[in-house]
């Protein structure tokens, strides 16, 4: 009798041989996985699996971050630091292993070498629905919200090359870039998550040295053993000399063969972009021997510590810097001790060698630099255990940092070591590619943006948007900022961190000069293939060396507004690099139009209304006086909200006259004005209110975070906006999304989206007098009627909700940078951007004498002599502003009774600072040959007032101090003297 399979018996079979057959090529790599995941799941661990949002798996690899820790772990999920157990979930996990096994296993058998590029990994890139701003204010942080929690976003790096091994005569190149040394004794869990941490660095090119420090408990070193087989990133050591933490960091430091060096306790963690950051900074600064970064500490105390490099000669009398400080492994060879390894000294078993280390270093003339970024979570332990390891820090603390002193006594003598950052020059040679690589797998769909900063303006609102969209639908987000002006420059960067680790202040840790390859070895690192400018000049001038650095990268920009700055700006510059973009989005068809006059084609033009959150900005009843309560404002005034950084375009001094047109009409009706921003006309806003008896009605909020703003927004019942140029502010969204009666100028596209009914926009018109009056009379229309502010404010909130809500909006720009792809350069169709930018820089440093126009001016200059002649010629009276300025300066002090003691000193200052409202006072420098003119400038200084400088009213000079908004923004304008 014959026997016949069924087809489906059939199928069976030949799929379980296949199998077989796979098992038997695999058979030891399951083997050791099944171990591993059983080892793991005893320990209560779960293998890396969070939910997305729409219910999708986003992790399933061991070295996934949201990974949920056995019970001796120390890492806690709530804002108080308490363990929270998440259930495991294994088995999807565990089968999606076995299978990537399985096919790595085929696919060696077919014959891949071992060098070529692994296939590109699922993506498996997730938002946490428990997601957290990763705040770095020490008030607002969440000290739970660590580098592993499950409120950040998951891993975004993998490497392309892990198992790959090192050469062992290879190039530079191709050997590890960093090292990170781990000494450990008796480890418990948390070991496997330093791997897990480390393994999800931005940068890859790392090799981890675990030094077993003569361990009598084993269970996790094995488990680390059985898991980061076949890593060749990873290598664990037995110390087989004397026990401690000296001794052993010594031991691993003698196979090091990388060329920076860190040191990591297993129960510390750094941010996932720290070890390149650090990297680069070294990289960036040939003259630096270390660099460390702010620190959050957590544990048994929460804090942050900002101190390190920058404090100088106190590191000698306190241990400021971390353990973890990056270090140049060339200066440590030629600061050892006895030995060629002993880098710590043995003896210093009690704690308080790092400390000895640092000051060695810095008696051989080695120091180093401090990130201001909370780039490291310090484990803080318990004063009992503390005391335990490290007995030097609690009873011999007076008699080791005594000692300290006497041993580098040549430190506390002629100070620290003088090295310091080189200073950027014009034409600076500018390095070529990277010196090392970065490889990392091509996962999700990619981009980069590049911003000036991340700031708290309504187009950071935007921006954060934006990353937010892209984040939760699958994109990896670069974020690339140019500037650098802490504190205001970073007030938003906590809240794009809690959808992308991968944020970078380049002035932070970067020289200039390094900025160009720096962003091309991002790009290849990550395998970016798109790359959105939005606001950044510098990016817009790369992009002739970008496109060609990055020929497979699709450029797109982001145009906000046209300004009277060079021509047009950021509109300009989209329009001459046109060669260079394949899209461009606009805030309004307005915008559109104009690049369609430039020459660019429609098609590759997108209006993109940016819109509001309208869950966030939605204004319940009840709102506004409970906020008012919270705010100090009064319950029964008309309060108008004003908004913006206060420059020029936002017309500080025509806000005080129309509301005291306003007041006339409308009293004895109570109304307030709240002014949020800051500038340094806001200092003359502020003395024109005073001149005109309103000091009582306005209040003044200073800069507000977006979260604040929309607080005062909820409490308001009038947003008055009266720029004279805008694309569609973003405060505009927000201001009708939160039912507020608008009264804003009629620029840019603004009557794109405030259409009549929903507010009243007002025609800008040259005459001062007739803006004052036109402006009024609407607010006083609104002031006056309660029922017409109702009606205007709910169908401002009915057109946002149909017409503007954000997250449809940013779905479509989504969408649309998804079929961004690079084209053909249309090479022939427009101007060279080098042309624009050789004439601007010509204009701007050679304008005098480049310009006929100039040269027409001059011989209109109003007539001046003595000190006014001297300034007209030294500064140019090209200007309005700069004619008012000069008449400023003339006028002198404001207090007359300063007018003797300051005028000279104002005048000398005025000098070297043409132009600027903000004078700041000259310093005289210590030193020189002549010791008499030393002594005359000493005496000079001596009588000199205390105060920092001066500030323009727009008529004459106050004196302002440390506390002034001048000193606070613009110090960096100081002359050098």
Same mark, same amino acid.
């Given at each position: 009798m014959g026997f016949r399979l069924s087809w489906r018996s059939a199928t069976l079979l030949v799929a379980f041989v296949c199998l077989q057959v796979m098992v038997w090529n695999a058979g030891p790599m399951i083997v050791n996985q099944l171990r591993d995941h059983s080892s793991v799941l005893q320990e209560g661990h779960e293998i890396g699996i969070s939910e997305t949002d729409n219910g999708m798996i986003a992790g399933g690899s061991s070295t996934d971050h949201g990974e949920a820790r056995g019970t001796d772990t120390l890492w806690g999920d709530d804002r108080t630091g308490r363990q929270r157990r998440r259930p495991a979930a294994p088995s999807l996990s565990l089968w999606r292993r076995l299978t990537n096994t399985l096919f790595a296993s085929n696919a060696k058998a077919a014959g891949r070498s071992a060098s070529q590029p692994l296939p590109s990994l699922p993506c498996n890139f997730a938002v946490s629905k428990q997601g957290e701003p990763v705040y770095e204010k020490e008030s607002e942080i969440n000290y739970a919200n660590h580098p592993l929690s499950a409120m950040?976003?998951?891993?975004?790096?993998?490497?392309? /090359?892990?198992? !790959?091994?090192?050469?062992? %005569?290879?190039? #530079?190149?191709?050997?590890?870039?960093?090292?990170?040394?781990?000494?450990?004794?008796?480890?418990?869990?948390?070991?496997?998550?330093?791997? /897990?941490?480390? !393994?999800?660095?931005?940068? %890859?090119?790392? #090799?981890?040295?675990?030094?077993?420090?003569?361990?009598?408990?084993?269970?996790?070193?094995?488990?680390l053993r059985s898991r980061v087989a076949g890593d060749r990133r990873v290598r664990i050591v037995d110390n087989d000399g004397q026990r401690g933490l000296p001794s052993a960091r010594n031991f691993g430091f003698k196979h090091v063969r990388s060329k920076y060096l860190s040191f990591l306790d297993d129960d510390d963690l750094f941010e996932l972009t720290a070890i390149e950051k650090s990297v680069w900074f070294l990289e960036s600064n040939a003259g630096m021997a270390m660099c460390g970064f702010y620190t959050v500490g957590f544990g048994a105390k929460n804090y942050t510590w900002v101190h390190g490099f920058h404090d100088g000669p106190a590191n000698i009398y306190d241990n400021k810097l971390i353990v973890s400080t990056f270090i140049r492994v060339s200066a440590l060879r030629t600061s050892t001790l006895g030995g060629p390894y002993d880098i710590y000294d043995a003896s210093m078993v009690g704690g308080m060698e790092d400390w000895d280390l640092w000051l060695r270093l810095a008696s051989r003339g080695h120091?180093?630099?401090?990130?201001?970024?909370?780039?490291?979570?310090?484990?803080?332990?318990?004063?009992?255990?503390?005391?335990?390891?490290?007995p030097s820090l609690f009873e011999k603390n007076v008699e080791v940092k005594q000692s300290m002193r006497q041993k580098y006594a040549s430190l506390v003598e002629h100070g620290m070591p003088d090295v310091s950052i080189a200073e950027m020059r014009q034409f600076e040679r500018v390095p070529g590619e990277a010196s090392f690589t970065n490889p990392l797998q091509p996962r999700c769909k990619r981009i980069m943006i590049i911003l000036p900063w991340l700031g708290n303006s309504g187009w950071d609102v935007f921006h954060i948007n934006l990353v937010r969209a892209l984040a939760l639908d699958g994109w990896l987000v670069t974020v690339v900022c140019t500037m650098y002006n802490p504190p205001t420059s970073t007030a938003s960067r906590p809240l794009v961190m809690q959808y992308t680790h991968d944020v970078f202040t380049l002035p932070s840790f970067l020289r200039a000069v390094d900025f160009p390859r720096f962003i091309v070895y991002l790009a290849k690192s990550r395998n970016i293939d798109k790359i959105l400018l939005s606001s950044t000049q510098l990016a817009y001038e790369l992009l002739p060396f970008l496109a060609k650095s990055l020929p497979n990268t699709a450029f797109v920009d982001f145009v906000h507004s046209e300004q009277d700055w060079k021509n047009g700006g950021f509109l300009r510059y989209s329009a001459i690099n046109a060669r260079y973009l394949t899209k461009t989005f606009v805030s309004s068809s307005l915008l559109r139009d104009r690049l369609h006059q430039e020459g660019r084609e429609l098609g590759s033009v997108a209006v993109a209304y940016v819109g509001a959150d309208i869950r966030a900005t939605m204004r319940r009843d009840g709102d506004k006086y409970s906020t008012r309560s919270k705010l100090n404002l009064p319950f029964e005034a008309v309060i108008i909200l004003v908004l913006g950084n206060l420059g020029a375009e936002q017309q500080p001094w025509l806000v005080t006259d129309v509301v005291a047109e306003t007041l006339k009409a409308v009293r004895p009706r109570p109304i307030y004005v709240v002014v949020l921003g800051e500038s340094p006309q806001l200092i003359s806003m502020e003395a024109r209110a005073k001149q005109s008896g309103l000091s009582s009605v306005f209040l003044f909020g200073g800069a507000a975070t977006n979260a604040e703003t929309l607080e005062y927004m909820r409490a308001?019942?009038?947003f008055f906006m009266p720029s004279v140029a805008e694309g569609v502010s973003v405060r505009l969204y927000q201001a009708m999304a939160m039912s507020l009666a608008v009264v804003a100028s009629n620029v840019g596209g603004q009557d794109e989206v405030l259409q009549p009914g929903c507010g009243y926009l007002v025609h800008v018109t040259s005459r001062y007098d007739e803006s004052i009056a036109l402006y009024a009379s609407k607010l006083t229309l609104l002031a006056i009627n309660q029922q017409l502010r109702i009606t205007v404010s709910n169908n401002a909130r009915k057109r946002i909700e149909t017409m503007f809500d954000a997250d449809r909006l940013m779905a479509g720009v989504v969408a649309q940078l998804a079929a961004a792809s690079r084209s053909a350069l249309p090479l022939e169709d427009t101007q060279h951007p080098a042309i624009y930018y050789a004439l601007d820089n010509a204009l701007r440093e050679t304008k005098d004498f480049s310009d006929i126009k100039m040269v027409e001016l001059k011989r209109r200059l109003p007539p001046r002599q003595g000190f006014g002649a001297k300034v007209q010629g030294f500064c140019g009276e090209y200007s309005t502003d700069v004619t008012r300025w000069i008449d400023g300066l003339l006028t002198g002090?404001?207090?007359?009774?300063?007018?003797?003691?300051?005028?000279?000193?104002?005048?000398?200052?005025?000098?070297?600072?043409?132009?600027?409202?903000?004078?700041?006072?000259?310093?005289?420098?210590?030193?020189?040959?002549?010791?008499?003119?030393?002594?005359?400038?000493?005496?000079?200084k001596q009588r000199l007032p205390h105060h920092e400088g001066w500030v323009f009213n727009g008529a004459c000079f106050n004196r302002f101090g440390v506390e002034h908004y001048c000193h606070q923004q613009f110090a960096h304008l100081r002359p050098k003297m």
């Open positions: 950040r976003p998951s891993n975004q790096y993998t490497s392309a /090359t892990p198992s !790959a091994p090192w050469p062992k %005569q290879g190039t #530079e190149e191709e050997l590890p870039i960093v090292t990170v040394i781990t000494a450990t004794y008796n480890p418990q869990a948390r070991l496997l998550d330093t791997y /897990t941490l480390l !393994a999800s660095q931005s940068l %890859q090119r790392f #090799e981890w040295i675990v030094v077993n420090d003569h361990s009598t408990q084993l269970q996790y070193l094995d488990q120091w180093g630099f401090t990130m201001s970024e909370n780039l490291f979570w310090y484990h803080v332990r318990s004063d009992e255990a503390r005391k335990k390891l490290w308001a019942d009038i002090l404001c207090d007359e009774n300063l007018q003797n003691e300051d005028l000279r000193h104002l005048h000398d200052a005025a000098m070297y600072q043409c132009g600027q409202w903000c004078l700041f006072r000259l310093r005289q420098q210590d030193g020189g040959a002549n010791a008499n003119a030393n002594a005359n400038a000493h005496n000079v």
